[in-house]
Nanobody
């Protein structure tokens, strides 16, 4: 069964950058891969996704600051986060959907999930 492992989270000051990694094992990334986040006391929200063909999508809250990209040779997907804000603080999850519906507005559409990595943006 497909397993996903996130890494790269940590503590960063506002305006700083982090790169999150999502490594897959068991299966190749033949479908959309999404990034989600969940802040304390809030529901999980979609951040970004990338299709197998390289099409990308971003939530309005991160557009222009975050970039999602693939390294197929490493079976990995990355989320480059720049100009981080305190409101970006959350546990970040990567996920894979087996369906053709890739929108991260519907988290239940995603079938496989990593365990999450904590991102804290604070001065």
């Amino acid at each position: 069964q497909l397993q996903l492992v996130e890494s790269g989270g940590g503590l960063v000051q506002p305006g700083g950058s982090l790169r999150l990694s999502c490594a897959a094992s068991g299966l190749t990334l033949d479908y959309c891969v999404g990034w989600f986040r969940q802040a304390p006391g809030k529901e999980r929200e979609g951040v970004s996704y990338i299709t197998t063909g390289g099409t990308t999508n971003y939530a309005d809250s991160v557009k222009g600051r975050f970039t999602i990209f693939r390294d197929n040779a490493k079976s990995s997907v990355y989320l480059q986060m720049n100009s981080l804000k305190p409101e970006d603080t959350a546990v970040y999850f990567c996920a894979v959907t087996l369906s053709p519906f890739c929108s991260t507005a519907v988290p239940s559409n995603y079938d496989y999930w990593g365990q999450g990595t904590q991102v804290t943006v604070s001065s």
